[in-house]
């Protein structure tokens, strides 16, 4: 169990120490059910949680023998099975004992393994893994918008249709505007939180979702509340004036930094689920899943440990807890409460448990997931290789130097393209204007191959753009700002950078050995650069004659939701943006397969570019 002072605002609870509550104390001392000088753990409460899940269906996207969603299950159901046992009851735990199940949200990406879900007659493989889990309460996360509201509907239903009862939790987000989500949330499946009964004890629940949500996602008429604080407060509040004792918020903030800053304004939360970072928190003995490694507490500077501490609006220390992502690790919270519902202790066990599939902790696949879940996933994504999106009368060039972060390449053109494509056809149904130009930041596109002439198979277009990354449109930049954006893309010239801009419905020339510009983090300028001397639109419009800006109307700017919130320092400083509902590889793909007909050619995607780019040095 912990040494932190948990709840040093409270009358008088004993000061729990390491030494008096580890697992090696002494047998003759250890008494399940009482704690250090005596103080009695009237009930033990473990939390078995996740978050991040992100339709990795299949397996860790770096080490295939861990993780994935039959394993992943089977896991949680022994956990849940051992710790709901008195017989698991530790000195000082209470053999008065439940186990809640809860996800903090993002239950899936774009991807190969999502794609799998949108095949006509295909079900909606997360939802049946998720309702397989038995989770007892789910936080919205942000991903769960990127195709809309009414494709998260499409889920919720799936999961209810699969046996899933879990309520989706959010005190911040209002769904009244949107009509099928309405409709859910009416039916009590979407609510701000929700009471848990686990052997006669009430757990209360609070969901809560990033006040970023409208900019990184597509919530569309779901509105957030602003003031993040007062909508979780006011929650908890409700919970605790209906005499709910043990309160758990479940977040999805981006990260776990977040969760800290807003416990620093609560009161009453004993403990906190987080997610959207994909921190590891784990001790120095933790078995971990090869390749990943603890990370680093930005406060600190030590390894985060599980759980990370930190003092509420009272003073009274809240563990604050995340298991990373991709389903592979259940994350094990085990605390003590006194009879009066004060947290007194976590156990040490508590911590990461990792999803193996191989050595002494490796789990047997969940039968009914890997056959109904894992087996067709895994045969449509094999499928992808044979799938053939188009074929390329050319090779095509996505290696990163020489290549995409350095100069125009056929592959830089193709996929700008396709997001300026993906731009144009969306801009009605999202209500913005349609885009003129698109700017492709060069480090997006990660193959750093050159794709061979003959076939494009599917699996090819998420390996040149595999990042989540939304299509997003900035209406009606001012000309000044546009040349500034293509000032920053050939800023680090001759360097190979990721922020090197392919572009599509515009061509410039740069010279690489006059004024770089310089920007802060803000994106303001502090040194104007002088590289871009001529730019002009498709249709011949001209934008920059000998290095100035030509008057002229605004322009509106396809480009991923990376780089139009500041990613790369793409200097939008803050201009609006809308994501209109298309991930970065299904733009490409699409555009492949309806634009292009399934052909590219060497006319329109020659080697070497199509002279959109020209470096005048």
């Not at 033990?44 to 899940?53: G, K, Q």
């Not at 090869?290 to 003073?315: N, R």
């Amino acid at each position: 169990m912990s040494d932190h002072p948990l709840r040093r605002a409270a009358a008088p609870v004993a000061l729990l120490t390491a030494a008096a509550l580890t697992a090696g104390a002494s047998p003759a001392a250890a008494d399940p059910g009482r704690g250090p000088g005596g103080h009695k753990a009237d009930y033990t409460l473990t939390v078995l949680h996740a978050n991040d899940l992100e339709s990795a269906l299949l397996g860790a996207p770096a080490d295939p023998d861990y993780g994935g969603a039959a394993r992943f299950t089977s896991l949680v159901e022994d956990l849940r099975a051992e710790e709901s046992s008195p017989r698991a009851a530790r000195p000082g735990e209470s053999k008065r004992r439940g186990v809640v199940t809860l996800s903090s949200g993002d239950m899936y990406l774009a991807g190969p393994e999502l794609s799998a879900a949108r095949q006509e007659g295909a079900p909606f493989y997360d939802a049946v893994a998720a309702a397989h889990t038995d989770w007892d309460a789910i936080a919205f996360g942000n991903h769960e918008f990127d195709f809309g509201p009414d494709f998260y509907a499409d889920y919720i239903e799936a999961y209810r249709d699969a046996g899933g009862e879990a309520p989706f939790l959010s005190a911040n987000a209002d769904v009244s505007g949107e009509e099928r989500l309405a409709e859910l949330a009416g039916e009590g499946a979407i609510v701000p939180s929700t009471i848990l009964r686990e052997r006669g004890e009430e757990i209360g629940v609070v969901g809560a979702i990033t006040p970023e949500l409208p900019s990184i996602s597509s919530p569309r008429d779901v509105t957030i509340d602003p003031d993040l604080r007062a909508s979780v407060q006011g929650a908890v509040d409700d919970l605790t004036d209906d005499g709910v004792d043990k309160v758990i918020l479940l977040s999805h903030l981006q990260g776990i930094g977040n969760e800290r800053a807003l416990v620093r304004e609560l009161r009453d939360v004993d403990i906190v689920i987080a997610g959207g970072g994909g921190e590891v928190q784990a001790g120095p003995d933790t078995p971990l899943v090869p390749g990943d490694t603890v990370t680093e507490d930005p406060e600190t500077g030590e390894p985060m440990g599980y759980p990370l501490w930190v003092d509420d609006s009272g003073g009274v220390q809240v563990p604050v807890v995340q298991a990373n992502s991709d389903y592979k690790y259940v994350g094990r919270l085990v605390a003590d409460f006194d009879s009066d519902g004060e947290l007194i202790g976590v156990a040490d066990r508590s911590g990461p448990v990792r999803v193996s599939g191989t050595g002494g902790d490796a789990v047997e696949p969940h039968p009914a997931v890997q056959k109904e879940v894992h087996e067709p996933v895994q045969a449509y994504v094999d499928d992808l290789a044979e799938q053939v999106a188009a074929d390329s009368e050319v090779p095509l060039d996505g290696v990163r130097d020489p290549g995409v972060r350095t100069r125009e390449t056929n592959l830089g053109n193709l996929v700008a393209d396709a997001v300026l494509a993906a731009g144009r056809a969306k801009a009605g149904e999202y209500g913005v204007p349609e885009p003129q130009i698109a700017l492709q930041n060069g480090g997006g596109i990660r193959n750093n191959s050159v794709i061979p002439s003959g076939p494009v198979s599917e699996l090819d277009t998420f390996s040149i753009v595999p990042f989540t990354n939304q299509v997003a449109v900035v209406p009606e930049i001012p000309r000044a700002q546009v040349k500034e954006l293509l000032e920053n893309g050939v800023s680090r010239m001759p360097a190979a950078d990721g922020r090197f801009a392919q572009v599509a419905g515009v061509s410039f020339d740069y010279d690489a050995s006059r004024t770089a510009q310089e920007l802060d983090d803000e994106g303001n300028v502090l040194t104007e650069g002088e590289r871009v001397r001529e730019a002009e639109l498709a249709d011949g419009t001209p934008i920059v004659r000998d290095g100035e800006m030509v008057d002229g109307p605004p322009i509106t700017v396809a480009t991923v939701d990376f780089s139009a919130a500041g990613g790369d320092q793409y200097p939008f400083r803050g201009a609006d943006y809308t994501v209109v509902g298309t991930v970065h590889q299904q733009a490409l793909s699409e555009y492949l397969r309806e634009d292009l007909d399934g052909t590219v050619t060497a006319e329109d995607y020659p080697e070497g570019g199509a002279g959109r780019i020209t470096r005048l040095d």
